[in-house]
T-cell receptor, first 115, second 114 residues
Framework: DAKTTQPPSMDCAEGRAANLPCNHS???????VYWYRQIHSQGPQYIIH???NNETNEMASLIITEDRKSSTLILPHATLRDTAVYYC????????????????FGQGTILTVHP | DAGVIQSPRHEVTEMGQEVTLRCKPI?????LFWYRQTMMRGLELLIY????????DSGMPEDRFSAKMPNASFSTLKIQPSEPRDSAVYFC????????????FGSGTRLTVV
């Protein structure tokens, strides 16, 4: 699976948008971008994923550049409860979705949301 | 849906003892994963199952570790004999193999070997 690069830490003010970058310059055509987060002492939580189009759900938005070499996770209105480690992961998915590569976690970005 | 259920939440044991961690995946999910998390090494995938069959156990650190999935609703991770360096939080996760299937993680078992 392609390797990802994330900043080790970021800060954000409560109520503002948190924009978390991820570089995956060696991503392959059959690799999806996944985002998970881990709040202290809990198991990781799935946030969102995408292939090449921008995606949005109730938790966040995912913006993937046209060349797919980088992406940004956007939390539109960060709250104190969004303080967590955020992991960007690229994962192989076969055509038709019949098989999946492993989810391999890196070090992630520690996001701290301040009052 | 109760989510992925792991037991026990905490386990303290003496070096050399056998430890068994348990996991009940989400009903209907057909893949199950065991991860270990430490400060030094982060989250490491130990083994995963598809339809109760072990697919990749390359992350299992050594022969002291073994995992089983006798049916679709139960899995165990066993360490025998345990050592202090096995101290970590062990997470179980399950997913449904389909396009975009994300993993659902349990709350973890914090293992301390003294």
């Amino acid at each position: 699976d392609a390797k990802t690069t994330q900043p080790p830490s970021m800060d954000c003010a409560e109520g503002r948008a948190a924009n978390l970058p991820c570089n995956h310059s060696t991503i392959s055509g059959n690799e999806y971008v996944y985002w998970y987060r881990q709040i202290h002492s809990q198991g990781p939580q799935y946030i969102i994923h995408g292939l090449k189009n921008n995606e949005t759900n109730e938790m966040a938005s995912l913006i993937i550049t046209e060349d797919r070499k980088s992406s940004t996770l956007i939390l539109p209105h960060a709250t104190l409860r969004d303080t967590a480690v955020y992991y960007c992961i690229v994962r192989v998915v076969s055509a038709g979705g019949t098989s999946y590569g492993k989810l391999t976690f890196g070090q992630g970005t520690i996001l701290t949301v301040h009052p | 849906d109760a989510g992925v259920i792991q037991s026990p939440r905490h386990e303290v044991t003496e070096m050399g003892q056998e430890v068994t961690l348990r996991c009940k995946p989400i009903s209907g999910h057909n893949s199950l994963f065991w991860y270990r998390q430490t400060m030094m090494r982060g989250l490491e995938l130990l083994i995963y199952f598809n339809n109760n069959v072990p697919i990749d156990d390359s992350g299992m650190p050594e022969d002291r570790f073994s995992a089983k999935m006798p049916n679709a609703s139960f899995s165990t991770l066993k360490i025998q004999p345990s050592e202090p360096r096995d101290s970590a939080v062990y997470f179980c996760a399950s997913s449904l193999v389909r396009v975009g299937g994300g993993y659902t993680f349990g709350s973890g078992t914090r293992l301390t070997v003294v």
